[in-house]
Structure formats: structure tokens, C-alpha cells
């Protein structure tokens, strides 16, 4: 499987940005696809994620009615847009792209290695 993030950026309180996963393997209908998060000294938190398989979805409790996760399939790609709105500042971080199993997102340290990719930088702040 191989995963490819896009999209962060530096955006004002209040503001938007949509990052991008794109994400190629076969093994991919097995499982979901989505973003946990990691700020300096924090822990890891899920953000969202989506069923390949179908349209299930998971979203972490402090990004729920913010944030909308979507998908676009064909074959054996995926690419997957989490269009983020009303950023606050508490949500700046490095938002790495994921696949596993939708309990994994709810649990991101539990992520065996390998199965994130590089992460890419928001930023919230005025």
C-alpha cells in the first residue's frame, strides 16, 4: 500500500483547509482510510477515517460537526478529501494519512508501522 498526503498549510482561526490522501494498493477493500494527528508533546489523536467497502465512517469527538471525510474509488486507488472547517488553533498539528482498521483511528498508537505515511503540517493561527 502506498499513501500520499497534501494540503496543509497556515490558516487563520475560523478558516478551512481540505487535505488530501492518496492512497494505491490492493489490500486497501479490506479496511479504512483516514487521518490521525500528533501536536508537539502531545499524544496521538484520531481524526476521521472511511470504509473502502462502504460508506462507514468514523470521526474523533473533537473534530465532529468541523470536519466532513470523503472518497473517490477506482480499483484498487483511493483518494480520500477531509474537508476541515471552523479550525481552532488546538488543531494544529502534523495529520498523517492511515489505513487499518476503523477501531485503529480511535486508537492511533496502536498503528503498526508502516501503515502511515508522511505527514503534512496545519497550522491555526492568527
Known amino acids: 500500500v502506498q499513501l500520499q498526503a497534501s494540503g496543509g498549510g497556515l490558516v487563520q482561526p475560523g478558516g478551512s483547509l481540505r487535505l488530501t490522501c492518496l492512497a494505491s494498493?490492493?489490500?486497501?477493500?479490506?479496511?479504512?482510510i483516514g487521518w490521525f494527528r500528533q501536536a508537539p508533546g502531545k499524544e496521538r489523536e484520531g481524526v476521521s477515517c472511511?470504509?473502502?467497502?462502504?460508506?462507514?465512517?468514523?470521526?474523533g469527538n473533537s473534530v465532529k460537526g468541523r470536519f466532513t471525510i470523503s472518497k473517490d474509488r477506482v480499483d484498487n486507488t483511493v483518494t480520500v478529501h477531509l474537508q476541515m472547517n471552523n479550525l481552532k488553533p488546538e488543531d494544529t498539528a502534523v495529520y498523517y494519512c492511515?489505513?487499518?482498521?476503523?477501531?485503529?483511528?480511535?486508537?492511533?498508537?496502536?498503528?503498526?508501522?508502516?501503515?502511515w505515511g508522511q505527514g503534512t503540517q496545519v497550522t491555526v493561527s492568527s
Open positions: 494498493g490492493s489490500a486497501l477493500r479490506y479496511y479504512s
Open positions: 472511511i470504509s473502502v467497502r462502504d460508506e462507514g465512517t468514523y470521526y
Open positions: 492511515a489505513y487499518g482498521p476503523e477501531s485503529l483511528f480511535a486508537n492511533p498508537d496502536w498503528f503498526p508501522t508502516g501503515q
